[in-house]
């Protein structure tokens, strides 16, 4: 969610490689970003005076918003809007017990395409305190352990709990106590080094330069209104 998406569209556009397209209006202006022909991203904005920080919001599939949404509350969580009818689909903002906010989607996910191209998100990480009462209430909520074990699997790697779907490492829960609880993104890029620099000249700023991980070159950085995000080199 941005402030200005003409603006995130200015500082993503080039550094990303994005290609737009126009987006539901329901909420306010939108766009979606597209990789190789993929919708890999949403951006937004928020109408009226509410103006919350810009952040990026992961959003997880799910068959049924509404049971999803039950079972968030049933186990600790809080559920800041829906589930609603949006875009074809239903959604619902949420956060964890801890505090980190993720979004539910059921419907048309977009990304029947697994996309490891320079530009789309390719990982997602939970920063928080307890990573494993974190895991476990994700695992009850989007029923990670009742899955096809051959698609899905959960498993403990480099101080981390990371879930693989259809081969893929995809996210991971990682212990984070000097920060808020949050999920970040990271999306794929060529170079994360030359990255680093051409965020700069388009506005925005370093949070920490490139370093080499378990998973690949990592940078975070912000974008030009301040958003979080990470970038990873591509494989």
């Known amino acids: 969610m941005a402030r200005d998406p003409e603006v995130a569209r200015a500082f993503y556009g080039p550094l990303l490689g994005w290609e737009f397209e126009r987006g539901p209006d329901g909420w306010g202006p939108s766009l979606r970003a597209v990789v190789d022909g993929v919708e890999v991203a949403g951006i937004g904005s928020v109408a009226g005076d509410w103006q919350p920080p ?13 049971l999803t949404a039950d079972r968030v509350r049933e186990r600790g969580g809080t559920l800041a809007v829906g589930p609603l009818a949006f875009d074809a689909g239903r959604l619902a903002l949420a956060s964890d017990p801890a ?12 990304c029947a395409t697994w996309v490891k191209s320079p530009g789309a998100p390719v990982w997602i990480e939970l920063r928080t305190a307890d990573p494993f009462a974190s895991a476990l209430f994700y ?13 899905f699997e959960v498993r403990y790697e480099h101080e981390r709990v990371v879930l693989r779907a259809d081969g893929h ?37 370093v949070v920490e330069p490139p370093a080499d991980s ?15 995000f990470s970038v990873i080199g591509a494989k």
Not at 99 to 110: I, S, Y
Not at 172 to 180: G, I, K, M, S
């Open 214 to 228: 378990p998973y690949g070159r990592v940078a975070r950085l912000r974008d030009a209104e301040g958003g979080l």
């Open 99 to 110: 505090g980190a906010a993720f979004g539910v989607w059921e419907g048309d996910l977009g």
């Open 139 to 151: 695992g009850e909520v989007f029923g990670w352990d009742g899955r096809d074990p051959s698609r």
């Open 169 to 205: 490492s995809v996210a991971a829960l990682r212990r984070a106590a000097d920060t808020a609880p949050h999920w970040e993104v990271f999306f794929s890029v060529a170079d994360p080094d030359r990255a680093v620099g051409q965020a700069a000249e388009l506005g925005g700023a």
């Open 54 to 66: 810009v952040a990026w919001t992961t959003y997880f599939g799910t068959e049924a918003a509404d």
